[in-house]
């Protein structure tokens, strides 16, 4: 079993969808969570970063961990073409330590 | 603008061939990061340093080495280039962030590598 599970899509969405991503883990010991975007032939981009259990908003991406089911999610609020891309999660044991990263979701956003 | 940088963008390279990619960072971390991107296996951990003169193997370190004689550079070599190297090499950096005392890890532009 991989440390981190992650489907990897591809995800088709209208525009003005909300959408929905979701890693799930086997280390419990996992502290630190993020999720990453990546676009064609770019780096990965951070998008969120969470500490512990509990929800963390910015502006339409909403990322949740819920640390007793190891699962964690990240909503997307009236997704568009511009969200097209591959979205990466990432966690670690220890703050600015090597991440673990699950394969990442292709995610295609349709005007 | 603090900024991490990778060259070559792109590398042709044939199998045997020891090949040097290059990454610098401005952001003044301590912590720098070797990954590679397959398709299949997502981002793996290569090489990594918390410090000047530190450095440790990842998931998948074999025929890589690291060295780090300053805070702004991490290279990575590949002493004896060899077709399974064909791929994406991501270089990372980490340090405080300005969001809430997070450790932020950030990433270079990548440089494709393929080995003929």
């Known amino acids: 079993q991989k440390e981190v599970e992650q489907d990897p899509g591809p995800l088709s969405v209208p525009e003005g969808a909300i959408v929905s991503l979701n890693c799930t883990y086997s280390?419990?010991?996992?502290?630190?969570f993020m999720w990453y975007r990546q676009y064609s032939r770019k780096g990965p981009e951070l998008l969120m970063y969470t500490y512990s259990s509990g929800n963390k908003e910015d502006g339409r991406f909403t990322a949740q961990v819920d640390k007793s089911s190891k699962y964690i999610s990240l909503f997307i609020r009236d997704s568009q073409p511009s969200d097209s891309a591959t979205y990466l999660c990432a966690m670690n044991f220890q703050a600015g330590t090597a991440l673990i990263f699950g394969k990442g979701t292709t995610l295609s956003v349709s005007s | 603008d603090a900024e991490i940088t990778q060259s070559p963008r792109h590398k042709i390279t044939e199998t045997g061939r020891q090949v040097t990619l290059a990454c610098h960072q401005t952001w003044n971390h301590n912590n720098m990061f070797w990954y590679r991107q397959d398709l299949g296996h997502g981002l793996r951990l290569i090489h990594y340093?918390?410090?000047?003169?530190?450095?440790n193997k990842g998931e998948v370190s074999d025929g890589y080495s690291v060295s780090r004689s300053n805070t702004e550079d991490l290279p990575l070599t590949l002493e004896s280039a060899a077709s399974s190297q064909t791929s994406v090499y991501f270089c990372?950096?980490?340090?405080?962030?300005?969001?809430?005392?997070?450790?932020?890890?950030?990433f270079g532009p990548g440089t494709r590598l393929t080995v003929t």
């Open positions: 340093s918390y410090g000047v003169q530190d450095t």
């Open positions: 280390n419990s010991a996992f502290q630190y």
């Open positions: 990372a950096s980490s340090g405080y962030g300005t969001s809430g005392g997070s450790y932020e890890q950030y």
